[in-house]
């Protein structure tokens, strides 16, 4: 089982309720945000200051689209990866893989603070919280899976843009793992889970004018 | 305290209550209109649990808010208050400037409430003006460029975004307060009155819609 995030930018209406969530459920500090809601088309490379690609492998980035900004987005976390960087780079084991959910953990009370999987993370999923001196990220609510419940952000979704799905499930395999428009690396070794829906343009209508 | 010092400089004129507990405050806001809207018949029933509020959907009964219920082409509370009861062209205001400004409500917050929360301003931290491509491109502007929008009342500084969600000729930019900046988009806003205001709110509100700004790279 490989539990994963999949996000529909054809629904999405950019509301960032699913971000306040988590934010709500998990008390992030200023300055601190683990899930993004990204507008499709607007962001320009090496701009995006929330989301600089912090490694020293270049990645080939997914294709620039020219979409209207704040029209389509991408609500992003964690992509808990099958082949997670972060865990391969945790010195004291901080980050672990759940091998029954698949599910990318982070345990803050054992991180050291070292900043390896902020460095590490190709989408820079693990934040740097400066106020406690350690790494935090989406852990997928798994405390709150492990009771029944949704995640925060899937609970919140207005629209339901956001679903957990597992990606082991055949039906599944047809879904893309590209995302357009936006600062991520499609290429990653780590394998992202996180699958796409991708927006488009709305078909124009006109009513001819007479004559 | 605004109420309290204003009447202090000048006797009654602010009719807010001055100090009243929240409680009395919370009473005060129940009105019949608002027992009916909850099906409710007192605010004490409120201390057993939430109730959920009627839905106002206009026209879902069939019938519009007219005296007559129907769809009035020839309207009498027109001629009342208007002076036409069919309706007649009117001569718009002109343009003063270059774009026509629009001030729509945000999604990020309660026109100025909400935006003082620090974690708010974590999704949304600094107010941006919209402008279509073309006019972009007339002024030179990309995106995250600062412009200044300006007219004759005021100016204000802040970053662009470039969008085909605005129209050509209109500039959009949200009418909210933000955290640890000056921007506050009235300054750009004239005291010229809306036609229905007084008829709709109960007092002339501003013509909004009617402004007219420019703006230019920084």
């Not at chain 1, 996180?194 to 209508?205: G, L």
């Not at chain 2, 400089?9 to 209109?33: H, R, W, Y």
């Not at chain 2, 919209?130 to 990309?142: G, I, L, Q, S, T």
Request: glycine content about 6%.
């Amino acid at each position: 089982m490989q539990k994963a995030f999949l996000v529909d930018g054809s629904i999405c209406l950019g509301c960032n309720t699913c971000a306040m969530a988590c934010k709500n459920q998990y008390h992030q500090d200023q300055g601190v945000t683990w899930r993004k809601v990204r507008e499709i088309g607007a962001e320009d490379y090496l701009i995006d200051n929330n989301n600089i690609l912090p490694t020293l492998t270049s990645y080939q980035k997914a294709p620039k689209v020219s979409m209207p900004i704040e029209r389509f987005y991408f609500s992003l976390a964690c992509n808990h990866c099958e082949n997670p960087a972060c865990v391969a780079i945790c010195p004291v084991g901080a980050h672990t893989k759940d091998p029954e959910t698949g599910i990318c953990k982070h345990d803050q009370s054992i991180c050291i603070g070292c900043g390896g999987c902020v460095k590490a993370c190709p989408f820079g999923a693990s934040k740097f919280n400066t106020k406690m001196g350690r790494a935090e990220k989406c852990s997928m609510c798994w405390e709150r899976q492990e009771e029944g419940k949704t995640t925060a952000c899937v609970q919140s979704c207005p629209v339901h843009a956001i679903t957990i799905i597992d990606l082991h499930d055949p039906k599944y395999k047809e879904l893309r793992s590209d995302p357009i428009g936006i600062d991520y690396a499609i290429d990653a070794e780590t394998k992202p889970t996180t699958r796409f829906i991708h927006p488009f343009m709305p078909k124009e209508i006109y009513r001819q004018p007479k004559g | 305290m605004l109420s309290k010092r204003m009447n202090q400089l000048s006797k009654g004129s602010c009719t807010f209550p001055q100090s009243v507990d929240s409680k009395e405050m919370t009473i005060k806001e129940f009105n019949p209109a608002i027992y009916e809207q909850f099906g409710i018949q007192s605010w004490e029933e409120l201390k057993k649990g939430p109730v959920k509020a009627k839905a106002v959907i206009p026209y879902a009964d069939g019938k519009f808010k007219t005296p007559s219920g129907k769809f009035e082409f020839y309207s009498e509370k027109a001629l009342e208050l208007f002076g036409s009861a069919l309706p007649a062209y009117l001569e718009v205001r002109k343009p003063y400037d270059r774009f026509r400004m629009t001030s729509p409500h945000s999604r990020w917050s309660l026109h100025s409430q909400f935006q003082n929360l620090e974690w708010m301003e974590d999704f949304h931290p600094e107010p941006y003006v919209y402008v279509n491509p073309d006019d972009a491109e007339e002024k030179m502007v990309f995106t995250d460029d600062m412009v200044a929008v300006f007219n004759r009342q005021g100016i204000l500084r802040l970053r662009a975004k470039v969008t085909d969600n605005v129209q050509k000729g209109t500039l959009m930019m949200y009418e909210q307060y933000y955290h640890n900046t000056i921007y506050n988009v009235n300054e750009l806003v004239d005291d010229t009155s809306s036609d229905m205001g007084a008829f709709k709110t109960g007092a002339p509100g501003v013509a909004l819609h009617d402004t007219f700004v420019n703006f230019k790279k920084l």
